[in-house]
Each structure stands twice: as structure tokens, then as C-alpha cells.
């Protein structure tokens, strides 16, 4: 299974970006999904996490900024970024729990390779 994100780039404060992730190989369900972010000198943080069913958590600082989703039958996730503070600038990566088969009870993890997003002042 591979998870590719995209979406990434430069924005000015204030601005928006729209990051994707899609999921592809040996996929029989995807259970959740999430959005992990990584800064420069910091350890990696979760963004915001979405279930097969559509329940939704985020981080604190997300603060009602950013929207998850995801599209089942695309096998992919999506990240809405808004109002963009210099402090979003990270790496931003994406998660998902994937079943390969239904003889899997327990979901494997695999991660993206990360997309970069820098937010200027």
C-alpha cells in the first residue's frame, strides 16, 4: 500500500491550501485516516483524524481552521487549510489504517511521504 500526499506550497498568511492524499495497492477497507504535521526542530503532532464512518477529531490548535474528509470510494483524504498562520509551516503527512483483506482483524499503518507547507508574514 502507498500513500501519496499533495497539495503543498507557499501562501501568504490568511491564505488557504487544500492538501490530498490518496491511497493505493492492496486495500480491502481503510479504517482511519489522519493528518500529521511536522516542523522544523519539533516533533511530529497530530493534525486531524477522520474514521471510516466520518467522525472527526482535530488538535487543539486547529481551533476551526482546517476541515477533514475523505471520499471512500477514491481511497482518499483530504485536508482544508484555512486562515493559515506562519506557525502551520511544517511537513505535512498523512496516515491511514488499511485492511488488506477481511481476514485482517487488526488494520495495518502506513504513512505518506509528506507534502511541504510554508505559510509567510
Known amino acids: 500500500v502507498q500513500l501519496q500526499a499533495f497539495g503543498g506550497g507557499l501562501v501568504q498568511a490568511g491564505g488557504s491550501l487544500r492538501l490530498s492524499c490518496v491511497a493505493s495497492?492492496?486495500?480491502?477497507?481503510?479504517?482511519?485516516m489522519s493528518w500529521y504535521r511536522q516542523a522544523p526542530g519539533k516533533q511530529r503532532e497530530l493534525v486531524a483524524g477522520?474514521?471510516?464512518?466520518?467522525?472527526?477529531n482535530y488538535a487543539d490548535f486547529v481551533n476551526g481552521r482546517f476541515t477533514i474528509s475523505r471520499d471512500n470510494t477514491k481511497n482518499m483524504v483530504y485536508l482544508q487549510m484555512n486562515s493559515l498562520r506562519p506557525e502551520d509551516t511544517a511537513v505535512y503527512s498523512c496516515?491511514?489504517?488499511?485492511?488488506?483483506?477481511?481476514?485482517?482483524?487488526?488494520?495495518?499503518?502506513?504513512w505518506g511521504q509528506g507534502t511541504l507547507v510554508t505559510v509567510s508574514s
Open positions: 496516515n491511514a489504517q488499511v485492511k488488506p483483506n477481511p481476514l485482517h482483524y487488526y488494520p495495518v499503518e502506513y
Open positions: 495497492g492492496n486495500i480491502w477497507r481503510i479504517e482511519d
Open positions: 477522520i474514521t471510516s464512518i466520518g467522525g472527526t
